[in-house]
């Protein structure tokens, strides 16, 4: 089964119905490109569509079968029997072409889950992630084993969603560093009264995580490590960047953490299954662990994430992350959010360059210094922190950098 459908209460239905009955289920996210749609549909086998009003029609999808259905809540007296263990299929962000069809199972959707005891009082989640995304999938899942859950609206505005979520007394809320960048500019995030934040997807830098305990001084604001392939690996509370190496060689809640060169590895119950095509390449190592492509750095006994392996920026032959290079611009009083990328030079065939967003107001104060004073003081940051060929040569001021559907900064293909 296809699941071709814009809205996504909708969709949360139709998983909630069809898990049991559908062999397989293509949750497709609201932004596929419709250049990808056939192919999705022909590498999974997708016999039947299930779509609302907004999504892709019979001549669209090419499916002989396809219905239409809504949001409708009412009662009814049926009798569920599982008829089989459905795959769940779920679509990588094809940032760089066509996406990646992953298989999941129930079983290791909810890994990170087994075990946990039921929260004390009401627990009510929400989440600015897509639930067909594999992290607001997690959340999804939370809040059907313990409590309930807001949806957001790709439609709405952050100062919107959050006023939403406020209202209806949002407890647990989780997002990307960019969704949260995004909220605490826009002002909406001191609506909120949640006893947990969590950040994922992205890489929290020290900046966003004293930001949100600045903002949320009573919540536990924790970052964690999970992808599509990979699953949940691992959550971190004590406020600090990246992990505890403790964390990696012993086994936790059934995930093994391994460092190999620079490269997280994991092997868990939670990994997917395997991805799906002709030809595809295998999703695990002949040792069971899942190669992340994410690289880190030992530090006085704690691993650094110095971002993903085809990101790196080549300036004259020296590798440069260049979300090392925004966590250390981050950390600028008067910066919000920031994108390191790579301009070309006839000389090294690449310099670094940056793109800075800056905050309406800092430590309490609301008259921001001029555009060349923080680029300024931008610049003599990365020449204190930083080897000189990781310095940016070209330092912007931009109103905003774009953000992709699954919450993540938009990053030039290297």
């Known amino acids: 089964m296809l699941l071709a459908i814009k809205d996504q209460l909708t969709a949360a239905l139709a998983m909630i119905e069809l898990d049991g009955l559908a ?3 293509i949750l497709c996210p609201p932004d596929l490109a419709t250049e990808h749609l056939h192919a999705v549909i022909s590498t999974a086998g997708a016999d039947a569509c299930v779509r609302d009003a907004a999504g892709p029609g019979l001549a669209e999808t090419g499916i002989e079968t396809c219905i239409t259905v809504e949001p409708r809540l009412q009662p009814a007296d049926v009798s569920r029997v599982p008829a089989c263990a459905t795959e769940w299929i779920l679509l990588t962000s ?3 072409g066509a996406p990646k069809l992953v298989q999941h199972d129930l079983e290791s959707l909810t890994h990170a889950l ?3 005891a039921k929260a004390p ?6 989440t600015f992630y897509d639930i067909r995304r594999y992290g607001g999938l997690q959340i999804f899942l939370r809040a059907l084993s313990s409590g309930s859950l807001v949806l957001s609206d790709p439609a709405e505005s952050v100062v919107d969603f959050v006023a939403r979520a406020a209202a209806v007394g949002v407890t647990h809320i989780s997002g990307t560093p960019s969704h949260w960048r995004k909220a605490l500019m826009s002002g909406a995030a001191g609506k909120l009264a949640s006893g947990y934040v969590r950040l994922s997807g992205e890489i929290a830098d020290q900046a966003i995580l004293d930001s949100l305990r600045a903002a949320f001084p009573n919540a536990i604001v924790a970052h964690a490590f999970a992808s599509t392939e990979a699953g949940v690996a691992f959550e971190v509370r004590d406020g600090l960047a990246g992990f505890p190496s403790a964390m ?7 995930v093994e953490l391994q460092v190999v060169g620079e ?3 994991i092997r868990s119950g939670g990994n997917a299954r395997r991805y799906l095509g002709e030809g595809a390449e295998a999703l695990q190592g ?3 662990y899942v190669d992340t492509g994410d690289l880190v750095e030992l530090h006085g006994g704690r691993y650094y994430f110095m971002g993903r392996r085809g990101g790196v920026i080549n300036v004259g032959g020296l590798k440069v992350y260049p979300e090392e290079i925004e966590a250390v611009i981050n950390a600028h009083p008067w910066v919000r959010m920031s994108l390191v990328k790579a301009r070309r030079s ?6 670094v360059a940056a793109d800075l967003v800056l905050a309406d107001e800092a430590n309490g104060a609301h008259t921001r210094p001029a555009a060349e004073v923080v680029t300024r003081e931008v610049a003599a940051r990365c020449r204190q922190s930083l080897a000189a060929h990781k310095v940016p040569t070209v330092i912007r001021i931009v109103p905003a950098l774009e953000v992709s559907p699954s919450g993540k900064l938009v990053r030039p293909v290297a």
């Open 23 to 25: 062999r397989r289920m």
């Open 94 to 96: 094809g940032t760089s």
């Open 114 to 116: 087994a075990g946990r």
């Open 121 to 126: 009082t009401p627990v009510v989640w929400s």
């Open 248 to 254: 990696t060689g012993t086994p936790a809640s059934g």
């Open 263 to 265: 490269t997280l590895r």
């Open 286 to 288: 002949p040792d069971g």
């Open 346 to 351: 006839p000389i090294t065939g690449a310099v």
